[in-house]
């Protein structure tokens, strides 16, 4: 979560890989977010999240 917040704060672009399963509260309010997921092949659908506000915010893209 540290090496998260430094990314944030330094402006870095990244992209971090999470366990949907890992029960964290933001993980559970994007798997929450209602929504529909937008049909990109037909076996591959995705839906975008944001959770939270400024540097603290978070985008999920579940797929």
């Not at 979560?1 to 366990?19: F, W």
């Not at 798997?31 to 659908?45: C, M, Q, S």
């Not at 999240?49 to 603290?56: F, H, L, P, R, S």
Request: net charge positive; no cysteine.
């Amino acid at each position: 979560e540290d090496n998260l917040r430094v990314l944030q704060q330094t402006g870095g672009h990244y992209i971090a890989g999470e366990k949907m399963t890992s029960g964290k509260p933001t993980v559970e309010a994007a798997l929450a977010h209602p929504g529909r997921f937008k049909t990109i092949r037909d076996n591959l659908e995705v839906k975008e999240i944001v959770v939270g506000d400024g540097e603290a915010r978070k985008r999920y893209v579940l797929v």
